[in-house]
């Protein structure tokens, strides 16, 4: 008995030892990929893996690819400060005033800055240069503060630029900012995500999150539906166009001016507008679009500036 004990712990050693191994040799490979293999070849690599065809950076057609093509060639300062959460906010001052903007309660540089009871009840924490690293609070005595705080630490080290390869987030100073909850009461959230091309909103995408459920769709801006499918449930038929939808498009045009692709994305809820943020890649340009017909038909509007 003693001795098959012994035979089943150095066993599992032996598993604990190898799947060790194999995870530091992950993060090693991605470490070497991420820092040490030029921007054209990681992605040519990732979108293969992705996407499952050759990328074609030459005369690129697809949405995706031409997506691909603007992480590499079209790198501004201003997409740096349009990427991050907060200097934003000076970018959408500037271009469609202040009524949008959410309450900005605080803006830290380290998650031990934060300081609990100077907050409301209820609010959001999320950092600047993150993508879904949100934390939402509703009620201050139901927060775990040490195991958000731990949490907020990580974030702070990422930098989204690596991963895909998406410069905008590049050289973003990392910051924790703390601001609004919009849905604190349960309430309905409607995102509308203007593609933007050239400065001109050409098609819109609705997602609505209701108590946690997700659904959406892709329309033009009578609010056709379009033919991109989602793996979300889709919206219920027909759409109600909001009594603000025309304000939301002013405000794309703005907003998007002098890119050549942007998505503008515009929250609503209580009959209310918000500026939700600047989206230059979405998916990182790396998800298949079904049907792929519509891939290229995204990419149709996309007329790609001179490098």
Partial sequence: MGLMRFTDNLTAYNLMRN???????????RWFLDRFISDEKYLALMYRIKMGKRLNLQNPQAFTEKIQWLKLNWRCDILTQCQDKYEVRKFVEERIGLESLKVLYNVYEKAEDIEIKQLPDSFVLKVNHGCKQNIFCQKKSELDLNHHINLLKEYLKNNLYYPHRE???KNIVPRIICEEHLTKDGETLHEYNFYCYDGVPRLVEIVEDKAGCTRGNMFDLNLNLLENKYENPPLPSPITRPSQFDKMLEYAFNLSEGF????VDLLYTNNRIYFGEMTFYPLAGLTKI??????????SFLQLPSK
């Fill in 260 to 263: 050549p692709f942007v998505r």
């Fill in 167 to 169: 410069w905008a987030y």
């Fill in 19 to 29: 799947l060790v191994r194999i995870r530091l040799l992950h993060r090693l490979g």
């Fill in 290 to 299: 079904n049907p792929e017909s519509f891939d290229f038909f995204l990419g």
